[in-house]
């Protein structure tokens, strides 16, 4: 029986003579990997339709014992054209779908993580791309179970108030425990590290905002920097290793410091 259902590409490759097997994000069946034949043909009317970065109606088809849907027919329903254009969405783009691939099963149908899929793509188009990312790590960790907990420690569940780290006032933060974490929690945790009251600012602002406000938040250089790689570093520990478009990210990031100066 043929399925029809909206969809993202979330990567590809190459099967033999000119078949490929794509893994997707679909709204009805969650995600999942299709056999396209001869999409690597020079007249092959799929093979436009079936690339990252465009919102597809799909309809497949899978026989029974069969892991591999088929399929067999691909529409564009939009294309992301803005991100396909620039090399700076692009790994923002690619990192966010990498993700999803990682920390998702297959055939775990979740519309709600489709939809945020969905709508942070559509983002990427026109906001700021690299809080979109930041903002779609924050909401999609919460939405697959590893929400942070940023208002009482993590740990005892007690207040957690800032202390003197030099000339900085600092929080322990630990991926491990799920959040922030007190003084004396900090001492016994092993997994840790210690962040400024401001980044725990920006990760609750990530969560709340109406995300047609996302490029109203403005950072100074060292918050960004702060802000980056302490979300890198909670997700890094639920991932068990970086995933293969993080040394992208880092290549962007080096490119702007130093063609801007100030980021804005
Ligand atoms: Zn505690």
């Known amino acids: 029986m043929d399925i029809t259902t909206e969809a993202f590409i979330l990567k590809s490759y190459d099967l033999k003579e000119t078949d490929k097997i794509i893994t ?75 993700l999803v691939d990682k920390l998702t099963g297959v055939e775990e149908k979740n519309i709600e993580l489709f939809n945020l899929l969905k709508s942070f793509l559509f983002l990427m188009e026109y906001k700021n791309a690299e809080v979109v990312l930041w903002c779609f790590k924050v909401r999609f960790l919460k939405l697959i179970g ?5 208002d009482v420690c993590a740990l005892c569940g007690k207040e957690v108030r800032p202390f003197k780290k030099g000339d900085d006032w600092k929080i322990g933060f630990s991926p491990k425990e799920g959040g922030i974490l007190c003084y004396k929690c900090r001492d016994i945790c092993s997994y840790k590290k210690d962040i400024s009251p401001g980044a725990i600012k920006v990760f609750k602002k990530l969560l709340e905002i109406n995300l047609e406000k996302i490029d109203c938040l403005k950072f100074s250089n060292k ?40 980021w804005g």
Request: charged share 25%.
């Open 146 to 150: 590893y929400q942070m907990c940023l």
């Open 24 to 98: 997707l994000y679909t709204g009805d069946l969650g995600k999942i990997q299709a056999v396209v034949k001869g999409i690597r043909k020079a007249k092959s009317k799929l093979a436009a339709a079936l690339e990252p970065f465009n919102h597809i109606d799909l309809t497949l088809y899978r026989k029974s014992q069969n892991k591999l849907f088929t399929i067999t027919q691909a529409k564009i329903n939009q294309s992301l054209y803005k991100v396909k254009e620039d090399f700076s969405r692009i790994v923002y783009g690619d990192y966010l779908l990498e």
């Open 223 to 262: 918050m960004r920097e702060e802000v980056g790689h302490s979300l890198q570093y909670f997700l890094a520990y639920h991932l068990s290793g970086e995933l293969k478009t993080q040394q992208f990210i880092g290549k962007v990031d080096r490119y702007k410091m130093c063609s801007r100066g100030v």
